[in-house]
């Protein structure tokens, strides 16, 4: 470096000092020794600032930098020294330090003191970039300079390029905002939704669009700081009303997020439009209210989010005293755990076991009594997950009516028994005096018979027949009662060889009549042998027994109903029966032909229906007069044996 060069840099360095230093130029040597030491100390406080520092004179020439702003810049120290600062920053910087005719260059510079100034800034290879400037005064005897402490921000400029990108592919309104409650940055979405252009937003109060419960989030106050202030918000979805443009308001859902810049914390908003789901969940509300049972909706960790006026009612609660209550405070066990996720299954898992499907429980009123409840479960899903809305009905009066039903059952089941036992003892006991009765009839009319009038003949007649039907009826009313009482047990028998048994008890009614009896492939079943060879024998008998003239044609076949059910099925092609008579013929001693024409006691077909039932099936018939019938009957098949095998 020349000596006039380094003369004229002293002569500047010089200037940096007060007034009162400068004068001290002509004083002994001890006193310039102090202001090269004042010297010293400030470039070193320069060269060690981590920015790049340039010193600029009321004139826009660069009298001062350090070695960060020759890399910042690409020029070396000599080529910098004395140019006008806007061969570097060409726009933006001497303007803000020029005095004009409204004010002066202290004026103009104190309006940019303590501001982060964003520009572009000029490399010597022409290349642009982009800075932040922080602007502070240094007084010396040639005026105000200025120190400015020059930051890259290239990086900062990219990351928020991103982040804009981010903010504008979001499909929410997405609000920064600063720690004043000024919004710094806004998405089209956030335009869209309430109605401002974007320069209208930017700067003005997050109060404009939303005028209560969001600011006061962030703001700090003597009990907490701006840190710990949205802390407590982060992650929670906040429901608030905003305002658009035109003075409208809406509701909306807003969830906060911290983003750490230069200057200090700033709040990310992201704000969804909930007017369709406010109207739904009115909607909502509204059939929850219409229920006529206890309607309480629960989240995934058992608490009580909402319920209706009825469930207040049922419980005894008001609203406020159940709403964020555990479930267990009145339903305490059965309820909550078929809803909870554990280790063996989610908490969809743990709900889809329980859908449409009425679980009986006990509740607890308020006052601490409990009562029988039964309840529906249905899933409701949320933005927070799945809820569970339970369908509460109070079955006291139900419950009270079965035990009562119980009683009349059990009662009507000791009735029977000892009506079975009735009618089985005195038919049974019935049978000697009958017997003695018909045997001495019969004798007197082999003895007397055409020794007296015809008058004693017919009488004697008479007393015969009636002491014959006597003893039928008597017999047809013990296998009746025996049907439940001296039944035996299921077993795995051949339908088929059932039948075949009944056939050879009917040989004699078959050959006199000349009936053709056939049938199908017949599965193995569940059955008491004895009592289906009665069924078999029963039907097969009538079949025969009402016969219009010709021969009789009578097939039996059976076919698989679905799960392990059988429907075996008797045709035949008598006399055939009239509809309205279907339910009458198969109750205790009803019959359709007079005793002259058909003998009978008109129990046979009770006998089939008890059969049936006690094999848990039933017993119906189709028919047409004239056209014969075909009696229906479900039976289950054996289990392990393949269908049709006989």
Request: aromatic residues 6%.
């Amino acid at each position: 470096m020349s000596s006039e060069r380094l003369a004229a840099i002293a002569r500047r360095i010089q200037k940096l000092l007060s007034p009162k230093e400068t004068q001290l130029r002509d004083q002994n040597s001890a006193e310039l020794q102090h202001l090269v030491q004042m010297e010293g100390r400030y470039r070193g406080l320069l060269e060690a600032a981590p920015d790049a520092m340039i010193v600029v004179d009321q004139s826009g020439e660069i009298v001062l930098l350090n070695v960060q702003a020759e890399k910042q810049f690409g020029y070396h120290r000599d080529e910098l020294l004395g140019q006008q600062v806007t061969n570097i920053i060409p726009h933006g910087f001497a303007e803000r330090l020029i005095a004009d005719g409204e004010r002066t260059a202290a004026e103009a510079l104190a309006q940019q003191i303590g501001t982060g100034i964003e520009l572009d800034a000029l490399r010597k290879d022409g290349s642009r970039f982009p800075i932040e400037i922080m602007l502070s005064p240094l007084e010396s005897a040639d005026g105000v300079l200025v120190t400015a402490a020059i930051r890259d921000i290239s990086a900062r400029r990219e990351s928020e390029a991103k982040y804009r990108g981010l903010l504008e592919a979001a499909p929410d309104a997405m609000v920064v905002v600063d720690q004043s409650g000024e919004i710094v940055l806004l998405n089209a979405q956030a335009e869209k939704q309430f109605g401002y252009h974007r320069d209208e937003l930017l700067g003005q109060k997050i109060t404009n669009i939303i005028p209560e419960g969001f600011a006061e989030r962030i703001i700090a106050d003597d009990l907490r700081s701006i840190a710990d202030a949205l802390a407590q918000q982060i992650g929670t979805g906040i429901e608030l009303n905003a305002l658009r443009k035109d003075g409208s308001e809406f509701p909306i859902e807003i969830m906060l997020s911290p983003l750490e810049n230069a200057d200090g914390i700033l709040v990310t908003a992201a704000i969804r439009d909930i007017t369709v789901r406010r109207e739904s969940e009115a909607k909502y509300r509204g059939l929850l209210e219409a229920a006529p049972d206890a309607m309480v909706v629960v989240d995934q960790s058992g608490e009580i989010v909402l319920l209706n006026a009825q469930a207040e009612n049922q419980f005894g609660y008001h609203r406020d005293e159940l709403l964020g209550q555990k479930m267990t405070n009145i339903i305490p066990e059965g309820f909550a755990e078929r809803i909870i996720a554990d280790a063996l299954r989610s908490t969809e898992d743990a709900l889809a076991q329980q859908i449409g499907t009425g679980i009986e429980l006990n509740a607890l009123r308020k006052d601490g009594s409990a009562f029988p409840i039964e309840i529906m479960l249905s899933p409701l899903r949320n933005a927070d997950g799945i809820l569970v809305t339970a369908a509460i009905r109070n079955i006291t009066v139900r419950k009270k009516a079965e035990a009562h039903l119980l009683d009349k059952v059990e009662e009507l089941n000791r009735s029977n028994e000892e009506l079975e036992q009735f009618a089985y003892i005195a038919s049974h006991d019935l049978q000697e005096p009958l017997r003695m009765v018909a045997s001495y009839t019969q004798l007197i009319a082999r003895r007397y018979k055409g020794k007296l009038d015809s008058d004693a003949d017919e009488f004697i007649d008479f007393a015969v027949d009636g002491a014959k039907r006597m003893q039928r009826l008597i017999q047809d009313l013990l296998a009746y009662s025996r049907v439940g009482t001296q039944g035996k047990s299921m077993v795995n028998i051949s339908s088929e060889a059932a039948l075949q048994l009944a056939i050879r008890n009917l040989a004699g009614s078959i050959r006199a009549s000349g009936a053709l009896v056939t049938y199908g492939s017949l599965p193995f079943i569940c059955a008491d042998e004895m009592q289906l060879t009665q069924l078999f024998q029963n039907l097969v008998g009538n079949a025969i027994k009402y016969q219009k003239p010709g021969i009789p044609e009578i097939h039996i076949s059976a076919v698989c109903s679905g799960g392990s059910k059988w429907m075996f099925s008797v045709k035949d092609n008598g006399l055939g029966i009239e509809p309205q008579y279907f339910d009458r013929i198969f109750g205790m001693f009803q019959r359709l032909h007079k005793r002259e024409e058909f003998e009978g006691t008109g129990i046979g077909l009770a006998i089939c229906k008890k059969i049936v039932e006690r094999h848990g099936g039933a017993i119906t018939v189709e028919s047409q007069p004239g056209e014969g019938s075909t009696f229906h009957f479900a039976l289950r098949e054996t289990k392990g044996s393949p269908k049709g095998a006989v």
